[in-house]
C-alpha cells in the first residue's frame, strides 16, 4: 500500500509523501530512522517526535485552531496519516505570490490578524508549536480570499504556560519572518494586534517578555 | 445493502440492521462463542457518525494484530476498544457494544474480501431490517457521541464533528 504513495518532500527530519488512504487523499510524515544516531537513542527521539506532534495536533483542533484530520498515527513506523489540506499553500508561498500587488495588502492584514488569533488560542490552551513559521501555516485560497487557516508541523511542540515559552514562540515566528518577508515589520504587527484582541490582559506580559527576548537574542548575535 | 472498505491490511466488511428482534439472543450468542457470528462485531450505531469512524478504528486493528500488539483478545474487540476514547478495555466494549435494549445494530467482518460471507451468514441469526449503511446519518446521536468523546463547544463550533472523533481514534494508544 504504502507502494501507492509518492513523496513530495524530504526534509532534515521528515519525509512527506502524498497517496490515498483508507479512501482518502492523505499526506503521509515519516521520520524514517537516522543512520548516524544511535538506533534505540534514534528510534525513542523519532517516536518522541511523532508522539509530540499527534498530541498537539489533538490539543490544537480543541483549542479551536484548524489542523488536519488524522487517520493514523502509528508509532512504530513513525508515521502520521493526515488529511491533505485541500487547496492548501503555506502562507509564506501565498505572501510571495500577492505582496507586489498593493491593493492586497489589507487582505494580508486580516490574514496576519487572524493567525496571531490562532496562536493565541493555542498559547490559552498551553499549546506551543516550538516552530513557527510561515511555512508551517497553509492557507486554502480561494478568488478573493485567503481561505481558511491551518497549523502544520507540530513535530517540536510542548505543553507548557509559562510566560516565557510563549514570548520564545512568538519570537521564533518573528525571526523567521524577518528572514523571508520583505514587510515583516508591518506584518509582525498586525499579528501581535491580532493576538492582544484574543489574549487580552495576558498578552501584556507576554510581549513584555518578547522584549527581553528580543535584547537576549540580538546580544547573542552580537557575540557569535 | 452491506458494504466493503479497504484497510491497509485487508477489508471491512458491514451492513446495518434495523428493528432487532432478538437482541438478547444474539448477545448469549456472542457470549457463549457462536460458530455464526464468531467473525462478527456488534457496534452501537448511534454512537457511529459514518463509516469511516468504524474504518479507522478496524484498521488500526488490524495492524496490531500483525504485529502481535493487540490490546484485547481479538480484532473485533480492538476494533471496539480502539472507537473508544477510554482506557479501560471492559467501559469501551459496554460503551461501543449492543447492550439488552438496542433495537439497532451495526455487524462488522475484519479480515479479507472473502470474510464477506461471515455477513452473509449473518443474515440468518440477526433478525431484523437490513438496510442501506446511509440510514446511519439518521441514527447517530451527536450530542451523545460529543460527550463520549468530551469534545467540548469551542471545538464543534468550529470544526466538522466527524473530523474530531476520527483524530482521536487516530491517535488512540500513542499519546
Ligand atoms: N496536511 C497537509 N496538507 C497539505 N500540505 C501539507 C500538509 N502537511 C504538510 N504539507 C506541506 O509539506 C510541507 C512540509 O510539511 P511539515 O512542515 O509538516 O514537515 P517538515 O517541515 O519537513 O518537518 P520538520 O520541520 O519537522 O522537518 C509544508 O510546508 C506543506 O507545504
Ligand atoms: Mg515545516
Known amino acids: ?224 | 445493502m452491506a458494504k466493503s472498505f479497504k484497510l491497509e491490511a485487508g477489508t471491512i466488511h458491514m451492513a446495518l440492521v434495523r428493528d432487532v428482534q432478538n437482541t438478547e439472543e444474539i448477545r448469549k450468542k456472542i457470549q457463549s462463542g457462536d460458530e455464526t457470528l464468531r467473525a462478527c462485531g456488534l457496534v452501537r450505531p448511534s454512537l457511529i457518525l459514518d463509516p469511516i469512524q468504524l474504518v479507522v478504528a478496524a484498521n488500526k486493528s488490524l495492524l496490531s494484530a500483525q504485529r502481535e500488539d493487540l490490546t484485547t483478545k481479538s480484532v473485533i474487540t480492538e476494533t471496539l476498544y480502539n472507537l473508544s476514547p477510554s482506557k479501560n478495555i471492559r467501559q469501551s466494549l459496554v460503551n461501543f457494544g449492543i447492550g439488552a435494549g438496542d433495537k439497532d445494530v451495526l455487524v462488522f467482518v475484519v479480515g479479507d474480501d472473502d470474510d464477506f460471507r461471515h455477513l452473509e451468514a449473518a443474515r440468518h441469526v440477526i433478525s431484523g431490517r437490513w438496510v442501506d449503511i446511509n440510514e446511519l446519518e439518521g441514527i447517530s446521536d451527536k450530542s451523545r457521541i460529543k460527550k463520549m468523546y468530551d469534545i467540548k463547544d469551542t471545538e464543534s463550533e468550529c470544526f466538522d464533528l466527524l473530523d474530531s472523533v476520527v483524530s482521536r481514534i487516530a491517535v488512540k494508544k500513542c499519546l
Do not use: W
Request: charged fraction near 30%; proline fraction near 3%; include cysteine.
Open chain 1, 1 to 224: 500500500m504504502s507502494s501507492e504513495f509518492v513523496e513530495c518532500q524530504r526534509g532534515a527530519e521528515a519525509t512527506l509523501s502524498r497517496g490515498t488512504y483508507l479512501g482518502k487523499r492523505v499526506l503521509l510524515k515519516r521520520r524514517p530512522p537516522k543512520a548516524y544516531r544511535h538506533p534505540h537513542l534514534d528510534s525513542a527521539l523519532t517516536k518522541e517526535r511523532t508522539r509530540a506532534e499527534a498530541r498537539a495536533l489533538i490539543r490544537a483542533r480543541a483549542a479551536g485552531v484548524r489542523v488536519p484530520t488524522l487517520y493514523l498515527v502509528d508509532l512504530q513506523r513513525s508515521s502520521i496519516y493526515m488529511e491533505d489540506v485541500d487547496n492548501g499553500i503555506t502562507v509564506k508561498d501565498y505572501i510571495n505570490k500577492i505582496q507586489p500587488k498593493t491593493e492586497e495588502e489589507s487582505k494580508l492584514d486580516s490574514l496576519m490578524n487572524e493567525i496571531g488569533i490562532c496562536i493565541s488560542k493555542l498559547h490559552s490552551d498551553g499549546v506551543i508549536h516550538g516552530d513557527l513559521t510561515t511555512s508551517n501555516i497553509l492557507v486554502t485560497p480561494t478568488s478573493g480570499n485567503f481561505g481558511k487557516l491551518c497549523f502544520i508541523d507540530f513535530g517540536l511542540s510542548h505543553t507548557a504556560s509559562t510566560i516565557e515559552d510563549k514570548a520564545v514562540d512568538l519570537y521564533v515566528m518573528e525571526r523567521a519572518m524577518e528572514s523571508t518577508h520583505s514587510e515583516a515589520q508591518r506584518l509582525l504587527m498586525r499579528l501581535l494586534a491580532g493576538y492582544l484582541s484574543h489574549s487580552g490582559k495576558a498578552a501584556e506580559d507576554v510581549f513584555k517578555k518578547l522584549d527581553q527576548v528580543r535584547a537576549r537574542g540580538r546580544k547573542r548575535t552580537m557575540v557569535g
